[in-house]
């Protein structure tokens, strides 16, 4: 019997050395994990052959790149904190840069960026890097929602442009309902997600509303009530395809290029993707815009959604993730990578063989980059944001009334 | 087993527990030890990032905030609702596949593998699979019912917060219920034929074979179905998250994505732990509750 207590006991030992012991690879050293999304900007395919070309100019360093979609990765950064085999480098939302700075998980590289740079680069996108003049990373996409729309429809209604203002927009798309153009004239993302609350912020900016007051309070209660009952005003006239409350940005980019919208709000990865036949029964049909203005405002204010590239604090090698960085938001790679996401840096755009193809798209881009407001730079963004999106949709299902959402979410999220 | 089987062991227990304590440590270090820090994490202030000197025991202050939120309160009730409305369709479903796959008919065994495939297929493809079929412009559910008839105009299902909980539970439903079908067909292999012969001479109708013969045989794996279903249930989070990611507005937002969303998107460690292990006691209320029931009844047989 002893016997086979030893061989049960030996047997049992063998398997725990196997799973503990992993055999130690000789270049570890020279090895940098990459977090980035593989959602709405570059592809997973136009990253991997950035990475190729950043391995065959650095052959010393190993690059391993892992692609979440943009709605897991704030959680996937977190939840590598001091795991085994953490991210070097991370791609990090503007929405993100306060906490992750409160709670010390990405580096400051205010040092190592020349300050020639700065000026080179939208501003708007450096705010994804800069907390109170220090910063933590190198702007990668630079990124603000803009209007999309179809010409084809807009003609056949009669109209030769699409709208400068939010009320002509809804005129528009009023005679577009009317005529039996399209069903549901526009299209949003406002399904229980971040996007939904990356719309309430620039109607609110056209309406000059703000979060917080310099003070720190709360200042959105009363001019959000207003941008709240425009937005349930649409789904309720039957202007916006009331299918609206259940997309996310890649559903409602889905609606907008089989045709089933005349106007659409999403991010510049939609430009490439409506003239692709594969994706899109409206090539050549697609024209792209700036954001509607509000009431009395010159041009239209967007939202910020640019990201930045980061360092985290657990890197083991931060020179050689500074490298890789340096590479990724270079001008030159940027450059060709144009037809994908436009670059950051402001030079490329008047760089007729950058923007080739794609003049429309860059035209809107640079005063829509210009004016892009942000989402609150607070620590607690997630949770205020939670707040918000579930807040919205309950006054878009007529659950709730709009000022009773938002003098509850005032006083949740408290002063800043 | 109690007549001695050539693996018995008759000389003292010790041997026995030796052959046991692989499976012993395996649990107590996998499933007890999560458990126990789980729960003592449950009592302090922890927070996922933070250090340990920022821990405080802060007693069952974190219970307290979380029962006394809307936000539990609501998803409490979105789970037991979808428990309820899954659990139910599953059982009655899996029972009648299974009485059906039982009978001798021409093709029942390529209908008996055709019977796994909803469930062997990942919960995750299963998810989005339903959520292209319930897609409000494109739909294969709205075309359906469309040229059928039934419905005049395209409609929304996962964005309509009264029906959006139903619908992925019909999806759960859809993946789920061959499970029960197939514990429910094992259990009949068993079934004594000689019983059925003789209650048929004693002139029993169907129903009366069903209640004194079929249902006490299937009555103990049937409740093991009822038991793993009603768990797999109550801690349901990856098809939600999938189909509608709680929406809309926190509608079909279970339990566990409060577990979710406390421990990893605000970081709130302490909190989270609670929510779970308030799960977890949920959970053992249910298997209490059924296992008293199978007593109560296979006393009464």
Redesign the interface.
Known sequence: MRKYLTATFLLFSLVIHLVLMRPASADEAKTLNVLVMSDTAYSDKDVSSMTASFNTAHPDINVKVDFVPYAGLRDRILLSQGSDGAYDVVLIDVIWLAEFVKRDLIVDVTDRVDPSLRAQVFDGAWKTADLNGRLYGFPWLVDAKFLYYNKKMLSDAGFSAPPKTWDEMNNQAQVLKDKGIVKFPIVWNWGQNEEIVCDFAYLLAARGGQFFASDGTPAFQSEGAKVLDYMRGQIRSGIANPSSREYNAEDGRRAFLSGEAAFSFNWQYVYALSKNPAESKVVGQVGVAPVPAGPGAPEGTSVNGSMALSITKTSKHPEEAWTYVTFMTSKDLQDKYAKAVLPVWTASYSDPTVVAGQEELAAAAEPNFKNMILRPVIANYVQMSSALQEGIQAVLYDKAEPEAVLADIASSVGNQ | MRGGSAFAVRRGSA?GF??LS?VVIVLVVTVGGPLLFTLAMSFTSAT??GTLADLRVVGLRNYVTVLTSSSFQHAFFVTIEFALFTVTAEMLLGLGTGLLLAEEFPGRTALRVLLIVPWAIPTVVNAITWRLIYA???GALNALLQQAGVITDYR?W??D?SLALYAIGVADIWKNFPIVGLIVLAALQTAPRDLYDAAHVDGAGIFRRFSTITLPHIAGPLMVALILRTIDTIKVFDIVWVM???????STKPMSMLVY?RT????ESGIGSAIAFIITLVCLIFIIAYTRLLKRQSRGA
């Open positions: 041997e030796a052959f692989p996922f990032l409000p412009d494109f929304s996962l964005g917060p509608t990611r709680g929406g809309p507005f926190s969303e990893f998107s605000n970081l």
